[in-house]
């Protein structure tokens, strides 16, 4: 006979609860198997009893045994839906009584200003506390210390987080999470004690985080981080590896928070050790028979103090070089034989090539926007090709280059059961391809112009380019519409299609009521000769009409006489370009030139326009960037016609000669217009330094610039005794509404009929 009993013990919901739970009701409700006739569910409230009976390891009709009551309690609990569970034998029937956890009916923070509370409630629930989802009072504690955690990021070590349970209808709770986040905790002190070889203050330079400044409110540069003061660690290492200090440790740190949780010091102690020089450059190991080859890769010089930056480029150099060779796991190991007695150490580098390998196939993830195609034609590694790092190095810069993408990186993971095959993966962060360009001046003649454009690179991830100019200044409007497809051809042939109407009245002293009218239209093609060239041709047409003539200067009405009012013109062009610039942004090394003319071939006018741009970036020191451009223009009539005055260059304002108006720079009609020249020069140098109190802030940066140029008419000659010059400061900051450029500027070399503009600004946003 069977006697109807309960479980001894209630059981927690935990695995280990679980474990327990079942031994004890082994050891001491052990009943005979028997078959089971029943089942039966007691204690539901909102649960199914479907639900229960799934996770049950018996059925009716089955054997019941201790052991698969013991399973059934363990499954059970792993649902993680019930907060207690008990088993119950009558007679051949068996019941299951059920204790439901309560529901989250709703999550609610109070008093949390730093964080968005959206972004809160999403974080939560994925650690298991949201609406609808089972109450675990263990996982609000959890909950409750990640926001702490999260707090603490944020330097607030005073944040107090109280989480309250509030009972509702239907077994079902309110959870609500008050937070007090108090002060943010401030650097007060960094100390670095243990260093002879230089000074605090040269060591402290090299780090982000500093004490309180009248910047830091921006730069938030005095709020503490783990995960910051690992990298100036770093940065610390680095400066003393860099200078010969092979032994260099950093002892021990110590990060101290005072009792009202508003001040944290932070002390530092180092071990320098001596500075060793390099005596030589010993190479180990199999170079494949190509030493010459790889000791031509050697940075590291000897004579001069160890270096680990020269290290470093040394081992990527040949890793670099044994992977254009197929060897795709090459290991170079560095070991520096030291001296210490006489501080000197000779560099020896180890190679292990492993075995040559080739690569089965490339995939591309991460990109949910952009196709797949846009990524792919830019790969220069292959699939079912020897593995090549040249060409994979190549192919990522050339997808980064795209500039659709935050990161770009590329992983090689070798085939299960294979030794000479490996698979690529190209993994990219897509960013937002849209530009919203705003560029605004001041002057006395113009009073507020505005220029802009809308662009968008990535048209519906396709990788073609859409952009929309506008300008609407008092003397100069347009609206430029542009369309691109850069793989045109699948070869790498790029089109594009332009779109414009300008109406435009040069800079006058006496007004008028004319216009220069012109509506065209081109289209041009560029040809990719090497991996860094280009070179674009392209023909268009374009109609110029001249209206009106109160005010209309000589050099328009001789224009009118010779051409009439309208005039037609089939410019063919053609050009070059190179950018090796490290950043397009923020550039602080590398070269950009440009080459463009435009031949007038057909039509009314016939001409020859060309235009040459150079710009260099030297990187001074790893916080000051000294720039250079310059620009050069010259037009010419052909076949015995004039050279266009509506062709003219023009000087004077943003990306010429600053501190002058726009375009008032050149030749003056005798009307008192403006009408530029033909030939144009423009030199500009700026020197970045960093703003004070934003430490190693690159987006933040002081410049001062010094900039000259001019613009020359058909009959003047370029002389230097007509150049304009100025000097100014200004601000180049990376805004979070875009990239903004204010300067301000006085010429020191003018003339009394110049127009001075002191003030010009640009800024730029990203959509």
Same mark, same amino acid.
């Given at each position: ?9 209630? @059981? ?37 009893? &479907?639900?229960? @009976?799934?996770?049950?390891? @018996? ?112 077994? #079902? ?50 709020? %503490? ?22 032994? =260099?440790?950093?002892? +021990? ?48 010089? !000897? ?9 470093? +480029? ?7 070089? =044994?992977?254009?060779?197929g060897y795709a796991f090459a290991k170079v190991d560095f070991r520096p034989e030291l001296n210490r007695e006489k501080g000197l150490a000779e560099a020896v580098l180890v190679a292990q090539p492993q075995r040559r390998v080739y690569v089965r196939r490339v995939n591309v993830a ?38 659709? @993408? ?32 705003? &560029?605004?001046?001041?002057? +006395? ?55 414009? %109407? ?18 065209? &239209? ?9 991996e860094f060239d280009t070179v674009f041709f392209g023909l268009g047409a374009e109609q110029t009409a001249i209206k009106g003539d109160l005010g209309l200067p000589d050099s328009y009405k001789r224009h009118r006489i010779i051409f009439g009012d309208r005039s037609l013109s089939i ?71 004039? %050279? ?22 050149? !030749? ?19 020197? =970045? ?8 802030? #690159? ?13 020359? &008419?058909e009959d003047d000659r370029i002389r230097a005794k007509d150049l304009r010059a100025s000097v100014g400061v200004g601000i180049s900051w990376v805004s979070p509404v875009g990239p903004l450029k204010l300067s301000f500027g006085k010429p020191f070399r003018s003339f009394d009929y ?14």
């Amino acid at each position: 006979m069977h006697i109807p009993y309960m479980t001894a013990v209630r @059981f927690k919901p935990s695995l280990l609860a679980a474990l327990l739970a079942s031994s004890l009701f082994h050891a001491a409700w052990a009943v005979e198997p028997f078959v089971l006739k029943d089942i039966r569910v007691e204690g539901l409230q909102r649960g199914d009893a &479907g639900t229960v @009976f799934a996770s049950l390891p @018996f059925r009716v009709g089955d054997t019941y045994t201790d052991d698969k009551g013991a399973a059934g309690l363990r499954s059970l609990f792993a649902t993680g839906l019930f907060k207690d569970v008990r088993i119950q034998i009558d007679g051949s029937v068996v019941v299951v009584v059920v204790e439901e956890r309560a529901v989250i009916s709703r999550v609610e923070f109070v008093g949390t200003k730093e964080f968005d509370k959206d972004a809160l409630s999403k974080a939560l629930k994925d650690v298991g506390i949201g609406e609808g989802q089972p109450f675990d009072r263990a996982l609000a504690d959890r909950a409750e210390q990640e926001l702490k955690r999260q707090y603490l990021t944020r330097s607030l070590y005073g944040v107090e987080v109280v989480t309250t349970i509030t009972p509702a209808e239907r077994n #079902r709770v309110n959870v609500t999470f008050t937070v007090t986040e108090g002060e943010i905790t401030k650097i007060k002190s960094i100390r670095i004690t243990g260093n002879q070889a230089f000074s605090e203050s040269a060591l402290l330079s090299q780090m982000d985080l500093t004490v309180g400044g009248w910047l830091t409110w921006y730069t938030k540069s005095d709020q %503490y981080a783990r995960s910051k003061l690992n990298a100036d660690l770093e940065s610390i290492k680095a400066y003393y590896l860099n200078r010969g200090y092979l032994e =260099f440790k950093i002892e +021990s740190t110590q990060v101290a928070i005072s009792p009202d949780k508003q001040d944290i010091s932070i002390s530092i102690n180092v071990t320098e050790g001596p500075r060793y020089v390099v005596t030589g450059v010993k190479l180990e190991g199999d170079y494949l028979g190509k030493e010459d080859t790889f000791n031509k890769l050697v940075n590291i010089k !000897p004579g001069e103090a160890y270096k680990a930056e020269d290290v470093a +480029s040394t081992v990527k150099a040949f890793s670099d070089r =044994f992977a254009a060779f197929g060897y795709a796991f090459a290991k170079v190991d560095f070991r520096p034989e030291l001296n210490r007695e006489k501080g000197l150490a000779e560099a020896v580098l180890v190679a292990q090539p492993q075995r040559r390998v080739y690569v089965r196939r490339v995939n591309v993830a991460g990109n949910s926007r952009t196709r797949d195609e846009v990524i792919r034609r830019e790969f220069r590694q292959f699939e079912a090709a020897w593995y090549d790092g040249q060409k994979i190095k190549l192919s990522r810069d050339r997808v980064d280059r795209l500039g659709y @993408f935050k990161q770009v990186n590329i992983d090689t993971a070798e085939v299960p059961g294979t030794s000479d095959q490996v698979d690529l993966t190209i993994t990219v962060e897509e960013k937002p391809t849209g530009n919203l360009m705003l &560029g605004a001046g001041f002057s +006395s003649a113009e009073k507020f112009t505005l220029t802009g454009s809308v662009k968008q690179d990535n048209v519906f991830g396709t990788g073609n380019y859409l952009g929309i100019d506008l300008n609407t200044s008092k003397f100069n409007r347009t609206v430029v519409v542009t369309t691109a497809d850069p793989y045109f051809t699948d070869n790498g042939i790029s089109r594009a299609f332009d779109v414009f %109407y300008r109406t435009s009245r040069p800079l006058s002293t006496q007004g008028g009521d004319y216009q220069i009218v012109t509506p065209g &239209g081109s289209v041009r093609f560029g040809v990719p000769f090497t991996e860094f060239d280009t070179v674009f041709f392209g023909l268009g047409a374009e109609q110029t009409a001249i209206k009106g003539d109160l005010g209309l200067p000589d050099s328009y009405k001789r224009h009118r006489i010779i051409f009439g009012d309208r005039s037609l013109s089939i410019p063919l062009t053609m050009g070059w370009a190179r950018d090796a610039r490290d950043s397009l942004i923020a550039p602080t090394n590398g070269r950009y030139q440009r080459v463009n003319v435009e031949w007038g071939v057909a039509g009314d006018t016939r001409y020859l326009r060309s235009d040459y741009q150079f710009q260099q970036y030297f990187p001074l020191t790893n916080r000051i960037t000294l720039g250079f451009n310059t620009e050069v223009g010259y037009g010419a009539g052909l076949a015995g016609k004039p %050279y266009p005055v509506f062709k003219n260059f023009y000087g004077g304002g943003l990306g010429t000669v600053r501190g002058f108006e726009q375009s008032s720079l050149g !030749p003056i009609d005798t009307e008192g217009a403006y009408i530029g020249g033909n030939k144009r020069v423009n030199v500009n140098t700026e020197l =970045f330094v960093p703003f004070p109190g934003a430490g190693n802030d #690159r987006t933040l940066r002081l410049f001062g610039y010094l900039d000259a140029g001019n613009v020359w &008419g058909e009959d003047d000659r370029i002389r230097a005794k007509d150049l304009r010059a100025s000097v100014g400061v200004g601000i180049s900051w990376v805004s979070p509404v875009g990239p903004l450029k204010l300067s301000f500027g006085k010429p020191f070399r003018s003339f009394d009929y110049d127009k001075i503009q002191k003030l010009q600004f640009q800024i730029g946003s990203v959509f």
